[in-house]
Nanobody, 116 residues
Framework: QVQLVESGGGLVQAGGSLRLSCAASGSIFSPNTMHWYRQAPGNSREWFARITSDGLTAYADSVKGRFTISRDNAKNTVYLQMNSLKPEDTAIYRC??????????WGQGTQVTVSS
């Protein structure tokens, strides 16, 4: 079992920044990939960032240039630095861990609200 706990969400004005964290614990398999997803009310869940164990990253166009994903393997934690936030970034943000041959695990999520 792997547990993921997100933190760092909150209310911020448009143009502001937030930094989310996702801490993993339990039987963490390696190598793995950590992902960030978000879901706004009435919308489907959207993948927007991932990072592999060796630091390779990928982003959706919707966040490219504004969000940065990083990780600290020693702390089993992935971070999401979000800059230039927009009201349309308002959503519940969740992290997920995947690895070949292993089940995927999700965190419970953290709310990010961007006011205009």
């Amino acid at each position: 079992q792997v547990q993921l706990v997100e933190s760092g969400g909150g209310l911020v004005q448009a143009g502001g920044s937030l930094r989310l964290s996702c801490a993993a614990s339990g039987s963490i398999f390696s190598p793995n990939t950590m992902h960030w997803y978000r879901q706004a009310p009435g919308n489907s869940r959207e993948w927007f960032a991932r990072i592999t164990s060796d630091g390779l990253t990928a982003y959706a166009d919707s966040v490219k240039g504004r969000f940065t994903i990083s990780r600290d393997n020693a702390k089993n934690t992935v971070y999401l630095q979000m800059n230039s936030l927009k009201p349309e970034d308002t959503a519940i943000y969740r992290c997920k861990i995947t690895a070949p041959g292993w089940p995927e695990y999700w965190g419970q999520g953290t709310q990010v609200t961007v006011s205009s």
